[in-house]
């Protein structure tokens, strides 16, 4: 048990295991809970990376105090529990209640190791986007353990950014938005971001890449690799490829200028736009490009369409395709149970709200 850097009434518990390690069998399948139990367990002065390790901070409390569950972003490729101080977050929760909260976040499989799909991938023995069913495991784990560490597990907020904010959008539709267990009661989704795959070609051309980069025949074989093999193979991937009725309360967050930061310097000119569309939209048909181009997002820079250059053209098509729409979406689903704001702090880019959200910036 380490008290958080700078205070005596929080405790930090860095590396609880909330499943068994994701190797041989357990490779590219449903997580599973860890089997039996570990008399003494790490007290985490070093928070650990492993994909199935997770963080409770949690304040000196005289009842169970609210929960919230953050989910990190990083382009699904990287990210853990770790990058974000919550003891600000934490002393800022005082402001509105004597309750003060805990805080816990979860480590979930990366890359290839927690995100490939297709028809190629067992299903016997192996699923799809892995890395929600990590996410899952360690909400029920928050359900059925949070009670120790003094949480209320019916007061549970999911809360994420970019990856982890969508990857909250996936928990609120699973099972058709009717799930049997309420593992959470509110959610925060912040910059919500993830690409769409149009179909199941698509997805196995990205099994067939990673099964040849890592240098195995078929996944079977790759469950045989170890942890290391499996991440290097999932980078090369990533370095070679172009760039209902709910109870759910919704806090959504979305930036100013969400899109800038994934938009090419080359973007700055007619052909550069063509050429960021196509790299962008890859599987997307010259008349369907010609499309966005000539009447979604036509050439118009007066500022009427949001752009008034074509850097910016680049970055609100990409914005919109990506992030501000979906946030729409789910405004438009949950109605009045969902609040939104928009960060426009100058530059106001993806994820630098972050600093303000846990009360540690500059």
């Known amino acids: 048990m380490t008290g958080v850097k700078g205070s005596s009434s929080l405790y930090n518990f860095s590396n609880i295991r909330y499943g068994e390690p994701p190797m041989g069998d357990l490779q590219f399948a449903k997580p599973v809970a860890p089997k039996g139990r570990n008399v003494t367990t790490d007290k985490g002065d070093v928070g650990r990376i492993c994909p199935q390790a997770m963080a409770a901070w949690e304040p000196i409390l005289r009842k169970l105090a609210p929960v919230i569950f953050w989910l990190s972003g990083g382009g699904y490729t990287t990210g853990e529990k770790g990058w974000f101080d919550p003891a600000g977050l934490i002393k800022a929760s005082y402001a509105s209640s004597s309750e003060g909260l805990v805080f816990v976040s979860a480590n979930y499989r990366l890359g290839a190791l927690g995100w490939l799909a297709g028809s190629k991938l067992d299903r016997e023995t192996m699923v799809a986007n892995a890395a929600l069913y990590d996410q899952r495991l360690a909400l029920e784990w ?25 990857s909250i959008y996936h928990h609120l539709t699973a099972f058709g938005g009717k799930d049997k267990r309420t593992l959470f009661q509110r959610a925060i989704p912040q910059s919500i971001g993830w690409v769409h795959i ?32 499996v991440q290097e193979a999932s980078r090369l ?5 172009d760039w209902g009725t709910s109870t759910t309360d919704l806090l959504i967050g979305f930036n100013e200028d969400e899109g800038l930061i994934f938009t090419s310097p080359e973007s700055n000119d007619d052909a550069g736009y063509r050429k960021f569309l196509q790299s962008t939209y890859s599987n997307a048909s010259p008349e369907t490009l010609d499309h966005i181009e000539t009447k979604l997002y036509p050439p118009v820079f007066d500022g009427s369409y949001g ?27 949950y109605g009045d149970r969902a609040k939104s704001y928009r960060f426009n702090v100058y530059p ?10 846990f009360y540690n910036g500059p």
Not at 201 to 226: G, H, M, Q, Y
Not at 314 to 332: N, P, V
Not at 348 to 357: C, F, I, N, P
Request: glycine residues 10%; hydrophobic residues 35%; negative net charge.
């Open 307 to 333: 752009y008034t250059n074509q850097t910016g053209h680049a970055s609100i098509t990409k914005a919109e395709s990506e992030f501000t729409c979906k946030y729409g979406f789910l405004q438009a689903a």
């Open 142 to 166: 928050i359900q059925e353990n949070i009670h120790q560490f003094g949480g209320d597990p019916t007061r549970v907020t999911i809360m994420g950014e970019s990856a982890g904010g969508a």
């Open 237 to 241: 991937l990533i370095s070679n490829s």
């Open 198 to 229: 149009a179909n199941e070609k698509l997805e196995n051309d990205v099994i067939d890449k990673f099964l040849s980069l890592a240098k195995v025949p078929d996944l079977e074989a790759a469950r045989k690799l170890s942890t290391g093999e």
């Open 348 to 357: 106001g880019l993806h994820g630098s709200e972050m600093h303000y959200t």
